[in-house]
């Protein structure tokens, strides 16, 4: 039996794994691509951790980096194994010796909030590096909610009065509107149509993702977004935003509602992280906390670093 097929039955055995590390969300994000997992196993054989991965190659190099619209990754362990910060650290210096034997040039992922293993793994010598993501823990009382929210976002919902939250929005649909949000800013969109058809096909199957939209009295989408959820949390994954109705209050709105379908599900709001500081801004005035997560990295040949450097010149070059 190969890794990824025991992580699949693990994974079944496990009270929680968040989203993005789900056997069929790396299906999803890694589609073309090639993923796997690394095992870490107790002295009986048991699996005590695991790490799923996106391998990537550049000329000779080989690397592992973050798939798109994935905001953790890392090394998870068992609840039994995080309980005891020995066999958490013996979890990830198992992880650590695979990793340096697959003759890596980069190792790159995010670790969910509160992870032991971002410690273990900088006692590694891997270096860390401190990240951020917006929450909103208690959704239990909207009033108080939209109480904690800024003034300027108060305004800018009863500016949106006028306009009406659906979850109607086709998946086409919202990838063109998102293409018109981003050329109308003339910027290019980040992810591919068939991306987002694959991520969509597969979460709608397991009934864990919506597309929210808000829209006009006659049906026009001022914003909408792509949202996700797993047992604990419902992720902000993809908004859009059309500039041209920026005063409308639609932006504020729709997060509103999205806080909604969260309190619906039984779970909590997360704005999926941000080191933007703009986008940031916004983010704290819903009455968000922060919480800070780490990304874990390593140069395994500094070579690739300065041909990572290079492409970011020839990239600047272009435009």
Not at 43 to 55: R, T, V
Not at 73 to 79: L, S
Not at 177 to 187: D, E, P, T
Request: with cysteine; aromatic share 14%; hydrophobic share 40%.
């Amino acid at each position: 039996m190969s890794n990824k097929e025991r992580y699949i039955t693990w994974v079944d055995e496990q009270e929680y794994i968040p989203i993005f590390m789900m056997p069929w969300w790396m299906d999803a994000v890694c589609a073309g691509k090639e993923w796997d997992v690394l095992l870490a196993e107790d002295e009986k054989g048991n699996i005590i951790g695991a790490m799923p991965y996106l391998l990537r190659k550049r000329a000779w190099f080989k690397y592992i980096i973050m798939p798109q619209q994935t905001q953790i990754g890392g090394i998870w362990v068992t609840a039994e194994t995080t309980a005891d910060r020995w066999k958490t650290a013996e979890a990830c210096r198992l992880i650590k010796e695979q990793l340096d034997a697959m003759g890596l040039a980069y190792y790159y992922q995010q670790y969910l909030p509160g992870s032991l293993c971002v410690d273990a793994m900088h006692g590694l010598g891997f270096k860390t590096r401190e990240r951020v993501t917006y929450r909103v823990e208690d959704l239990s009382d909207l009033d108080s909610l939209i109480n904690s929210f800024s003034k300027n976002k108060k305004r800018q919902l009863q500016k949106a009065l006028s306009l009406h939250a659906e979850r109607k929005m086709e998946v086409e649909d919202f990838y063109r509107f998102h293409c018109g949000c981003m050329a109308a800013r003339k910027r290019k969109i980040s992810y591919s149509r068939e991306f987002l058809l694959v991520l969509e096909r597969k979460a709608r199957r397991l009934k864990q993702c919506e597309i929210l939209s808000i829209c006009n009295a006659d049906g026009v989408p001022y914003a909408a977004a792509f949202l996700v959820w797993d047992k604990h949390y419902l992720y902000y994954l993809i908004p859009a935003f059309d500039p041209i109705y920026r005063e409308s209050g639609a932006s504020s709105l729709l997060v509103l509602e999205a806080m909604k379908l969260a309190r619906e599900k039984h779970v909590r709001f997360d704005f999926e992280g941000s080191m933007d500081k703009g986008v940031a801004k916004h983010y704290k005035q819903f009455g968000s906390t922060p919480f800070t997560y780490f990304s874990v990295e390593k140069y395994y040949k500094p070579l690739f670093r300065l041909a990572i450097f290079g492409q970011k010149l020839r990239e600047i070059g272009m435009h």
